[in-house]
């Protein structure tokens, strides 16, 4: 499984960016996918988790109530809407997926952690 990520860039104080990671290549099930996100001289932190079928979503205290997370299965691409973003929403934002590679992997629950490259998302004041 690959995963691309694109839609960042730079944005003032406020405004409202969309990352997009879309996955390529053969997997049996691809299972959560996720947000993380590290900022200069801190540690990677999770910033929203999205299940499967996309009926369950978990966000980071720090982006709960700007930040949205959704996926099109179809389209095989994880989505992050970021609204009233800050300075210290200032970061590579990374886009992670667990999945099983093959049917084997499934029925033997052996998941595999695939990450993106990252894209920079740098708020100004």
């Known amino acids: 499984v690959q995963l691309v990520e694109s839609g960042g860039g730079l944005v003032q104080a406020g405004g409202s960016l969309r990352l997009s990671c879309a996955a390529s290549?053969?997997?049996?099930?691809?299972?959560?996918m996720g947000w993380y996100r590290q900022a200069p001289g801190k540690q990677r932190e999770l910033v929203a988790a999205i299940t499967s079928g996309g009926g369950s979503t978990n966000y980071g205290d720090s982006v709960k109530g700007r930040f949205t997370i959704s996926r099109d299965n179809a389209k095989n691409t994880m989505y992050l809407q970021m609204n009233s973003l800050k300075p210290e929403d200032t970061a590579v934002y990374y886009c992670n997926a667990d999945a099983y590679p093959t049917f084997a992997d499934y029925y033997s629950d052996s998941i595999t952690d695939y990450w993106g490259q990252g894209t920079q998302v740098t708020v100004s004041s």
């Open positions: 290549g053969s997997a049996f099930s691809i299972n959560v």
